[in-house]
């Protein structure tokens, strides 16, 4: 089955301590992307990826990381989470940059 | 600057009922658009887009939009609303000018459709 899957789901975490939210597609897709949903925000693009080893900002980098080692992983990295980053993480990817986004199950972040 | 705007926070409708989830965007070029849907505690599924060819696409679960360059809408409809219908809903612009592939997203309209 085609997906994207994302670890954890949820999770709760100390300002300071670092963590990784993994992120892995079987679809062989060269685009990938990072989003965290904020209520009357929308969706808002953190990081992207056009193939291994490009990766570049999106609209509100600051205080995040990504690594696009392999095709089918990009692991967002929050090296010092502070609580203005608690929020639900959605990883996409697709084809192309004009195709539909697959999108993962999100992860529910909360930093206290 | 590219943007996406969904006018309502909230929409209801009555089961049966034709619904209409209102988009507009404002974009420089051809727009590629989507419309999304999130249920609770759930990823976005994908249910339509337009990128070119005929003005009305249909989509999953019945849904369908119709892209109006004139008005720069792009508004998601259904003939006859169920009540599993309900949720979150999304409407997208890929950013394809700057070569970024950015998602566009509106700030999200949450369908209620009451029995």
């Known amino acids: 089955e085609a997906q994207v899957t994302q670890n954890p789901r949820y999770l709760i975490t100390v300002t300071g301590k670092k963590l990784t939210v993994t992120c892995s597609q079987n679809?062989?897709?060269?685009?990938m992307s990072w989003y965290r949903q904020d209520p009357g925000l929308g969706l808002r693009q953190i990081y992207y990826?056009?193939?291994?080893?490009?990766?570049d900002k999106g609209d509100v980098p600051e205080g995040y990381k990504v690594s696009r080692k392999e095709k089918r992983n990009f692991p967002l990295i929050l090296e010092s989470p502070s609580p203005n980053q608690t929020s639900l993480y959605f990883c996409?990817?697709?084809?192309?940059?004009?195709?539909?986004?697959?999108f993962g199950q999100g992860t529910r972040l909360t930093v206290v | 600057a590219q943007s996406v705007a969904q006018p309502e926070d909230q929409v209801n409708v009555a089961e049966g009922n034709p619904l209409t989830v209102k988009c507009t965007y404002s974009?420089?070029?051809?727009?590629?658009l989507f419309w999304y849907v999130q249920y609770p505690n759930r990823g976005l599924q994908f249910l339509l887009k337009?990128?070119?060819?005929?003005?009305l696409v249909k989509g999953s679960y019945g849904f369908e939009a119709e892209f109006n360059k004139s008005q720069t809408s792009f508004h998601l409809k259904k003939p006859s609303a169920l009540v599993s219908d309900s949720a979150l809903y999304f409407c997208?612009?890929?950013?394809?000018?700057?070569?970024?592939?950015?998602?566009?997203f509106g700030q999200g309209t949450t369908l209620q459709v009451k029995p």
């Open positions: 996409a990817s697709s084809l192309s940059i004009k195709s539909k986004a697959f």
């Open positions: 679809m062989n897709h060269e685009y």
């Open positions: 990826s056009m193939n291994v080893e490009v990766t």
């Open positions: 974009v420089s070029g051809n727009p590629y």
């Open positions: 337009y990128i070119t060819g005929d003005n």
């Open positions: 997208a612009v890929r950013d394809v000018s700057g070569n970024t592939g950015k998602l566009i």
